[in-house]
């Protein structure tokens, strides 16, 4: 039963376009999201949040959007550059859960 | 240290060997997570703690795992009588009481 799902496993951008990756979920209970950057032979690392009680939230060239209606999340980064070149994964949890749930990753290719 | 380490990085054992993975966290971070990657899919929670207690193991597999942190500290996983199934990557995170949490590289677990 997977919770979180991103049905892109791949996604290709020219650079300077705008990246958009997308995530949904089953979990209405789900009030905290979050965005993980991955690249080779690292560890996920933060990248952005948001909390259900907002639909935007930006920093940089990263912005998360999410539509609680449609248990639906996606990320956007403009320009795209390509040392967003990695594999991205969306991630739930209730607050005060304390753990998180992970979608099975896109992995985005900026091409010159 | 700067960043969550775990090790071994790459760790090769016969089917039927116990196996122990080690994680020393962010300095003075309260909470440890353990976490499993199986290629092309995101991280599924395994366990965590906060301080020396474990919170929450819900994730364990199976009686063949457990985890422990007795200093508030570093944590071991330990697999008992592996199996081929056992073969994942398993990473450790540890936050400082957010809902971020940051991950190291990862073990790599190869069962033959």
């Known amino acids: 039963d997977q919770q979180v799902k991103q049905n892109s496993p791949s996604l290709s951008v020219q650079e300077g376009r705008i990246s958009i990756l997308n995530c949904d979920y089953t979990n209405s209970m789900f009030d905290y999201f979050l965005w993980y950057k991955k690249y080779p032979a690292e560890g996920p690392t933060f990248l952005i949040s948001?909390?259900?009680?907002?639909d935007k939230n930006e920093d940089g060239r990263f912005t998360v959007f999410l539509n609680k209606s449609a248990k639906h999340l996606s990320l956007h980064i403009v320009p795209s550059q390509p040392g967003d070149s990695a594999v991205y994964f969306c991630a739930a949890s209730v607050q005060g859960a304390q753990k998180l749930v992970f979608g099975q990753g896109t992995r985005l290719t900026i091409n010159p | 240290g700067a960043g969550v380490s775990q090790s071994p990085r790459y760790k090769v054992t016969k089917r039927g060997q116990d196996v122990a993975l080690r994680c020393d966290p962010i300095s003075g971070h309260v909470s440890l997570y353990w976490y499993r990657q199986a290629l092309g899919q995101g991280p599924e929670f395994l366990t965590y703690f906060n301080y020396e207690a474990q919170q929450d193991k819900s994730g364990l597999p199976n009686d063949r795992f457990s985890a422990e942190r007795p200093e508030g500290s570093i944590s071991t996983l330990t697999i008992q009588r592996t199996e081929q199934r056992d073969s994942a990557m398993y990473r450790c995170a540890s936050s400082g009481g957010g809902n971020t949490i940051y991950f190291g590289e990862g073990s790599w677990l190869t069962v033959v």
């Open positions: 948001i909390s259900s009680i907002k």
